[in-house]
């Protein structure tokens, strides 16, 4: 079951290029602390589901190496789709994802910017389904909504047949809420991948895709679901000279890295792996990074190409992180610095464990995810060298991790709560 409204009397434009109005209806330790409130960073959203779960789904380890290392250059050429023609006002987006946490920002990027916006929504939303269809409506405001799901290509299909009108671009903001095994390919592969046939179905000619920059790497099951896909979109765009795609790979986002910023507040030290120098990124917020999705419906250098994209200015450790926190605060700086041996012990136990229970098969996918993060850096990986390159990573934007830091000792973490991203 589905149902549409527009919050405003949006117009949408039909293949034929007729308007149609929809109406608005009524309807123990501080460790221990550091594991809770720090998020499963970078690539996993708010995202949830109803249906059961399915096997994941199997690619070769060689392909994923090979797309894992195509650079933004490496593009495939095509003619631009028909829609870059038209005024903003006359292009019909279709979003899913659209109530996450980067999803949100790019509905409203998007409507800020004139495009006809269908968002797709659950009917209960948001961190544990806390919203109900009124408030993802009051959310999503200016928005063309249609509650469905998108983990049902049946469903979907007809969600989008129920509203008698085209689609030109898709804007998938879909990622797994956990990082789970059955739950990555249930998303970041089988639910992006609905999207994908249900656009085309009804003449979306460009998709742009919300990957994640760890993907360079992949050792985890979101990061192989996601670069199926991502073989997907380029392997439609080489048999279509009438469809194009854009990859947009992140680095850190802002709320990744927000959950210690009260902790440290309250007089706790800051938590870091190792030396606190193990890994770095270039973290961007939700904003801006909304602003360069958006910036890929139309632009004609970012038509087939994977773009990985960070925030302004220097890539940050860890310790640079702290640092950065405690001179805000004006307090002293106090680290507790956790060997990472002690990662690798939990993960080679539950390794063992899951051989006899399968069912912690996520318990050790989610500590390998912490493993990664504490060691990897979010930045572009030189498949050559084996190094991460600062300098290489393109930067985007003008907002700041350290007024970010600022906000937050301000007003608290109001709108980047970290959810079901309480890994590690």
Request: with cysteine; proline share 4%.
């Amino acid at each position: 079951m589905s149902s549409c409204y527009s919050s405003n009397l949006l117009t949408l434009h039909s293949p034929k290029h007729q308007r149609n109005s929809i109406n608005l209806s009524s309807e123990s330790s501080q460790f221990v602390k550091f594991l809770r409130v720090r998020s499963v960073p970078y690539a996993l959203s708010s995202f949830s589901f109803r249906r059961e779960l399915s096997e994941p789904v199997k690619v070769s380890r060689e392909r994923l190496k090979l797309l894992a290392s195509l650079t933004p250059s490496e593009a495939v050429e095509t003619a631009p789709s028909a829609f870059r023609n038209k005024s903003p006002k006359d292009i019909n987006v279709l979003v899913v994802g659209s109530t996450g946490y980067i999803g949100k920002f790019v509905v409203k990027e998007l409507i800020s910017r004139g495009f006809n916006v269908i968002a797709i929504a659950r009917e209960k939303s948001g961190i544990r389904g806390r919203n109900d269809m009124e408030a993802t409506l009051s959310e999503l405001k200016g928005a063309n909504v249609c509650f469905s799901d998108v983990t049902n290509l049946e469903v979907l299909e007809k969600s989008l047949d129920k509203l008698g009108v085209s689609v030109d671009v898709v804007v998938s903001c879909l990622a797994s809420r956990t990082g789970g095994v059955k739950d990555s390919w249930k998303i970041d592969y089988e639910a992006t991948k609905n999207s994908l046939l249900a656009g085309k179905k009804f003449g979306a000619s460009h998709f742009v895709l919300l990957s994640a920059i760890c993907v360079q790497k992949p050792l985890l099951e979101f990061q192989r679901a996601k670069l199926k896909l991502e073989a997907e979109l380029m392997k439609e765009a080489e048999e279509n000279d009438g469809f194009t795609y854009s990859i947009v790979r992140p680095t850190a986002f802002f709320k990744s890295l927000g959950g210690q910023v009260e902790l440290v507040k309250d007089g706790k030290p800051y938590v870091m792996f190792g030396d606190g120098k193990l890994c770095a990124c270039k973290p961007i917020s939700e904003q801006d990074l909304a602003s360069f999705i958006v910036d890929c419906v139309l632009s004609q250098d970012k038509i087939n190409k994977i773009l990985p994209i960070g925030g302004p200015g220097k890539a940050l450790t860890p310790l640079e992180q702290g640092e950065m926190l405690f001179q805000l605060l004006g307090k002293e700086p106090k680290f507790l610095k956790v060997p990472i041996g002690i990662m690798d012990f939990a993960i080679g136990l539950l390794d063992f464990l899951v051989k006899i229970f399968p069912s912690l098969e996520d318990a050790a996918e989610f500590g390998k995810i912490g493993r990664y993060y504490a060691a990897e850096s979010m930045l572009i990986l030189d498949p050559e060298t084996g190094e991460y390159s600062a300098e290489k990573t393109p930067s985007y934007g003008n907002d700041t991790l350290e007024v970010f830091f600022a906000r937050v000792l301000r007003e608290g973490m109001a709108g980047q709560e970290l959810g079901e991203q309480t890994i590690f």
